[in-house]
């Protein structure tokens, strides 16, 4: 009896663990593609992603970059100030985007040109992603709103 109950302890603790494998597979192959890192103009042009890889990338829009091709094929420039990369991107660009302001895209860096499935701007005047807000700091080019703002700028 007391042999019986050891094994069975052993088969239910074997069995949790081999649920509790199979459920953390699971989880990791459904974020497979659902997990997408950030990454400045400068770290695209210091260590290029391989093709495959999906990222975000975002930065202040290159002045005089932007430019509108056939259909809704749109080009411009996404620069941090120490680096700028090419994107295009097919689609309807959000209301606030326009040179000068932040935007962050994501998808593939294809030949050296970033090819944007998605492209999201900033939705205020101060606002901007806090990824993109690092990446100014680093290149020393970041602008603070609110204290122009004071300044009457």
Excluded: C
């Amino acid at each position: 009896m007391r042999g019986l109950k050891k094994r069975r302890r052993i088969q239910i603790i074997l069995l949790a663990f081999a649920a509790l494998v199979l459920s953390t597979g699971l989880i990791g192959y459904a974020m497979r593609d659902g997990i997408n890192f950030f990454r400045s103009p400068s770290q695209v042009t210091e260590a290029p992603p391989p093709p495959t890889e999906t990222f975000r990338i975002g930065g202040l829009v290159e002045a005089g970059s932007l430019k509108r091709g056939q259909g809704e094929t749109i080009r411009f420039n996404v620069t941090d100030g120490g680096a700028s990369v090419p994107v295009t991107y097919t689609g309807v660009l959000p209301d606030l985007f326009k040179e000068n302001q932040g935007m962050v895209g994501t998808g593939r860096l294809v030949d050296g040109v970033f090819e944007a499935r998605e492209i999201l701007a900033k939705h205020d005047e101060s606002y901007m992603p806090k990824e993109v807000v690092d990446a100014l700091k680093e290149q020393g080019v970041y602008r603070d709103p609110s204290v122009e703002g004071a300044n009457g700028s």
